[in-house]
C-alpha cells in the first residue's frame, strides 16, 4: 500500500501569517494517463471533510485563492497564504493513484 | 447544489450486520464513481470502498473485503453498503463521497455513526 505521511502533524499558526502543510508518499502518484493523483481535504471541527484541491494543484470552486497546492512525484505542499480563523481544523492529503487509496495522518492547525 | 445524504447507521453487535444507504442528489449520480470513507472516534480517515460507473469497478480495503460489499442503483440515485460480521474496530462514521480527483467531485455527506458494541 502506499503510504502517505505528513508534516508537521501539529501546526500553531498566527492569524495573517502563511502555513505550509508537506505530504510525501511512498510511491510515485503519476498515474499511467499521465495525471498526478494527490488531492487535499479540510476537516474543520465537527464537520464533514471538504475537498479542497484535486491532482496537485486544481483548487475547488468556491475555495479561497489563499490556498494553493503544488508538488510532483512523491513530494506535494498545500500552502495557505494568510491564515484566517475559519481555516483552523485537520488537513489531509490523499492518493488517488493506487489501489487501496491511502490518506495521510492529517495535520492538525490551530491558532497561536 | 450537490447532496449526499447517509443513512442507516445505529448501534450492532459484533458478528451483526447494517446496510447503510447514501442518497445523492444535485449531480448526475450515474457519472461518477462513489466510495464509502469511515473515520473512528478521534481518528483519521480511512477509504473502504470503491464502485466505479456502471458497477463495472469494485474495489475493498483488505480491512473489509469478504464482509463489506458496495452498490449501486443509478435509477434511484443511491449507493449502499452492506456491512456483515461487523467487529468493534468497524465503529466509525461512515461517509460517502463522489469521487476523489475530478470535476465536480469530492463531496462528501455528513455521514452516519455506525457503533458495534456487545
Known amino acids: 500500500d502506499v503510504v502517505m505521511t505528513q508534516s508537521p502533524l501539529s501546526l500553531p499558526v498566527t492569524l495573517g501569517q502563511p502555513a505550509s502543510i508537506s505530504c510525501r508518499s511512498s510511491q510515485s502518484l503519476v498515474s499511467s494517463d499521465g495525471n498526478t493523483y494527490l488531492n487535499w481535504f479540510q476537516q474543520r471541527p465537527g464537520q464533514s471533510p471538504r475537498r479542497l484541491i484535486y491532482k496537485v494543484s486544481n483548487r475547488d470552486s468556491g475555495v479561497p485563492d489563499r490556498f494553493s497546492g503544488s508538488g510532483s512525484g512523491t513530494d506535494f505542499t498545500l500552502k495557505i497564504s494568510r491564515v484566517e480563523a475559519e481555516d483552523v481544523g485537520v488537513y489531509y492529503c490523499?492518493?488517488?493513484?493506487?489501489?487501496?487509496?491511502?490518506f495521510g495522518p492529517g495535520t492538525k492547525v490551530d491558532i497561536k | 447544489e450537490v447532496q449526499l445524504v447517509e443513512s442507516g447507521g445505529g448501534l450492532a453487535q459484533p458478528g451483526g450486520s447494517l446496510r447503510l444507504s447514501c442518497a445523492a442528489s444535485g449531480f448526475s449520480f450515474s457519472g461518477y464513481s462513489m466510495n464509502w470513507v469511515r473515520q473512528a472516534p478521534g481518528k483519521g480517515l480511512e477509504w473502504i470502498s470503491h464502485i466505479s460507473v456502471s458497477s463495472n469497478t469494485i474495489y475493498y480495503a483488505d480491512s473489509v473485503k469478504g464482509r463489506f460489499i458496495i452498490s449501486r442503483d443509478d435509477a434511484k440515485n443511491s449507493l449502499r453498503l452492506q456491512m456483515d460480521s461487523l467487529r468493534d474496530e468497524d465503529t466509525a462514521v461512515y461517509y460517502c463521497?463522489?469521487?476523489?480527483?475530478?470535476?465536480?467531485?469530492?463531496?462528501w455527506g455528513q455521514g452516519t455513526l455506525v457503533t458495534v458494541s456487545s
Open positions: 463521497v463522489n469521487g476523489f480527483s475530478t470535476v465536480g467531485a469530492g463531496n
Open positions: 490523499m492518493q488517488g493513484a493506487h489501489w487501496p487509496l491511502t
